[in-house]
């Protein structure tokens, strides 16, 4: 037993979507989350640029006793995640080779559509993922940087937002794929408007269902869990608008938030 807490890192309110399944899926758990949102998106910028940057939230993290580290985003899972395994003592876990293992077992026609960042495209993480498990897979992947923005913005609600979806889309629904992975972890807040631009034939993957598995899997064989009477804490940091924040997670997550901001110098400092 470990009443520490989980850490979770993303580059804004994105990694909500996983944190919203573990809290749903181990309500004894305490998480403690934090939001990089002065510095997103994170696919725009390069690979050391994210090195950096995980860097210093891992060690903001770890300076508050977390037992376990989820990267809930794409492009620092891509980027990161190997470099965080190799320096903390703790069990790090990204959200790319669970979201391609969901993949694989939902495909009928081998035909797997992938939307994440440019800097996940670019990275071929999620190739080099499918393609270890099994290389007979089609696979089409396109960068959308406009969704992370607008899911910052709240802009997931109106008919104007799904046309901008649609538009995004266009090209990745031409593919006739039955498979599309939300590649980062800010798309399943937009779920709908990705569904009904892609048509009801084509099963969404959210990543951050199969990466609580493997953190129960892992929390299980560590024997790391809470007890079961714990009452979970959740903490919430960003070094973006708290009052945004907020907003998002209290949409999301469907409870209010206490959030704190992080000044990025005192994050570059810890």
């Known amino acids: 037993m470990n009443n520490g807490s989980i850490g979770f890192m993303d580059s804004g309110v994105g990694g909500l979507s996983v944190a919203k399944v573990a809290m749903e899926q181990m309500p004894n758990e305490n998480i403690i989350y934090f939001g990089d949102e002065a510095r997103l998106p994170y696919g725009e910028k390069t690979p050391k640029e994210i090195r950096k940057y995980s860097k210093q939230i891992s060690k903001f993290l770890m300076n508050k006793k977390i037992k376990m580290l989820v990267i809930a985003c794409n492009t620092a899972t891509a980027h990161a995640l190997n470099y965080l ?12 080779e669970p979201g391609s293992i969901a993949a694989l077992k939902t495909t009928k026609t081998n035909r797997i559509g992938i939307i994440a960042t440019n800097g996940t495209v670019k990275s071929g993480a999620y190739n080099k993922a499918i ?9 089409y992947s396109e960068g959308c940087p406009k969704f992370i923005p607008m899911v910052e913005a709240q802009h997931y ?13 266009s090209d990745m629904k031409k593919n006739d794929i039955d498979t599309l992975i939300m590649g980062c ?42 007890k ?7 903490e919430f940091y960003t070094t973006g608008d708290v009052d945004k924040f907020k907003l998002v997670a209290k949409d999301w997550l469907k409870r ?9 110098n005192k994050l570059e400092e810890s």
């Open 131 to 139: 393609n270890k498990l099994n290389n007979k897979v089609k696979i």
């Open 185 to 226: 972890t800010h798309f399943p807040i937009m779920r709908h408007l990705i569904q009904n631009a892609m048509g009801d034939d084509v099963n969404l993957i959210d990543p951050g269902y199969e990466t609580v598995k493997q953190i129960e899997n892992t929390l299980s064989e560590q024997k790391l869990f809470n």
């Open 85 to 96: 395994r190799d320096n903390l003592d703790i069990p790090v876990i990204g959200v790319i």
């Open 256 to 264: 209010e938030v206490n959030v704190e901001h992080i000044a990025l």
């Open 228 to 234: 079961k009477d714990n009452v979970a804490k959740y």
């Open 157 to 169: 609600k109106t008919a104007e937002d799904q046309k901008e979806v649609d538009n995004d889309l």
